[in-house]
């Protein structure tokens, strides 16, 4: 793996930093540059998703450092050092989402428009951050005999495991998956959320279905039917995303109101 993509004195570039920037500048490029077509400005997508990513970043190491603080018990600073990997997805959500959704008020901006928005952005930046997660040597998955099983440094031992699965590309693999289905949905949005409530229950069936083959860095198992933690929280958010989705669908059809389809071009921003 390539944890250091090159040192400039004293300062080291991390793989895993780099590619959680790029993946944050793609996704907030794509929520800005189609802003227009939800009546949104693109200049206050990308104030949306600065402190989205703030509050993503603290949200998702915060979770992580819970779920297990003996590995910071040492060296409480180590926390601090996020480069070093160790985030949670869910715990990035949440965080993300209520930075976001502050910054949306904030704005006047429509909260479920934004989140549509961000619901097709979350997937690129998703992608990316789990390359950076194959070259940082994390979140690998279990022992295989596949053509493309790849040696991760094993944290436990010091060395290298046997060959395993490559989980963080199967994650990014997924994560294209994802963003071509809601690509695909965009157009034909009948009630606003309808696209974030989409991603969520799109990504808690990956993520329910990695778990199985995923290792490093992932939650224990739970008494029930052998399932993980993070297998349990995502059948729990696939399921309120549908029940979610259900009860806005049947509100938009009583409502009887009109189209909320996106424009077919970005236009000018409205203010």
Same mark, same amino acid.
């Given at each position: 793996?390539?944890?250091?993509?090159?040192? %400039?004195?004293?300062?080291?570039?991390?793989?895993?930093?780099?590619?959680?920037?790029?993946?944050?500048?793609?996704?907030?490029?794509?929520? #800005?540059?189609?802003?227009?077509?939800?009546?949104?400005?693109?200049?206050?997508?990308?104030?949306?998703?600065?402190?989205?990513?703030?509050?993503?970043?603290?949200?998702?190491?915060?979770?992580?450092?819970?779920?297990?603080?003996?590995?910071?018990? #040492?060296?409480?600073?180590? #926390?601090?050092? %996020?480069?070093?990997?160790?985030?949670?997805?869910?715990?990035?959500?949440?965080?993300?989402?209520?930075?976001?959704?502050?910054?949306?008020? /904030?704005?006047?901006?429509?909260? /479920?428009?934004?989140?549509?928005?961000?619901?097709?952005?979350? !997937? /690129?930046?998703?992608?990316?951050?789990?390359?950076?997660?194959?070259?940082?040597? $994390? $979140?690998?998955?279990?022992?295989?005999?596949?053509?493309?099983?790849?040696?991760?440094?094993?944290? #436990?031992?010091?060395?290298?495991?046997?060959?395993? =699965?490559?989980?963080?590309?199967?994650?990014?693999?997924?994560?294209?998956?994802?963003?071509?289905? /809601?690509?695909?949905?965009? !157009?034909?949005?009948?009630?606003?959320?309808?696209?974030?409530?989409?991603?969520?229950?799109?990504?808690?069936?990956?993520?329910?279905?990695?778990?199985?083959?995923?290792?490093?860095?992932?939650?224990?198992?739970?008494?029930?039917?052998?399932?993980?933690?993070?297998? %349990?929280?995502?059948?729990?958010?696939?399921?309120?995303?549908?029940?979610?989705?259900?009860?806005?669908?049947?509100?938009?059809?009583?409502?009887?109101?009109?189209?909320?389809?996106?424009?077919?071009? !970005?236009?000018?921003?409205? =203010?």
């Amino acid at each position: 793996m390539w944890p250091e993509l090159f040192k %400039i004195g004293p300062l080291t570039v991390h793989s895993w930093g780099v590619f959680l920037m790029l993946g944050f500048l793609l996704a907030a490029w794509r929520a #800005a540059r189609n802003a227009p077509r939800y009546n949104i400005a693109g200049e206050h997508m990308w104030d949306v998703s600065l402190w989205g990513l703030l509050g993503g970043v603290i949200g998702a190491r915060l979770a992580y450092v819970l779920i297990t603080p003996d590995e910071f018990r #040492a060296s409480p600073l180590a #926390a601090l050092q %996020i480069w070093q990997g160790g985030m949670t997805f869910y715990g990035g959500l949440v965080g993300g989402i209520l930075a976001g959704a502050l910054v949306c008020r /904030l704005r006047r901006i429509n909260v /479920l428009d934004a989140a549509d928005l961000a619901a097709l952005s979350f !997937p /690129l930046g998703y992608a990316l951050g789990r390359v950076g997660c194959f070259f940082n040597g $994390c $979140c690998y998955g279990g022992v295989c005999d596949l053509p493309w099983a790849t040696q991760f440094h094993n944290p #436990a031992t010091g060395g290298l495991t046997a060959p395993s =699965h490559p989980a963080q590309l199967y994650s990014a693999l997924a994560a294209i998956a994802m963003y071509v289905l /809601l690509v695909f949905l965009e !157009p034909r949005r009948r009630f606003r959320g309808q696209l974030m409530l989409a991603f969520l229950f799109l990504y808690g069936v990956y993520r329910f279905c990695i778990e199985f083959v995923r290792e490093g860095v992932t939650a224990d198992t739970t008494p029930l039917l052998g399932l993980t933690e993070g297998q %349990i929280a995502s059948l729990l958010l696939s399921l309120a995303a549908v029940a979610a989705w259900v009860i806005a669908a049947r509100r938009a059809r009583r409502s009887g109101s009109g189209s909320v389809t996106p424009t077919a071009t !970005p236009s000018a921003a409205a =203010h």
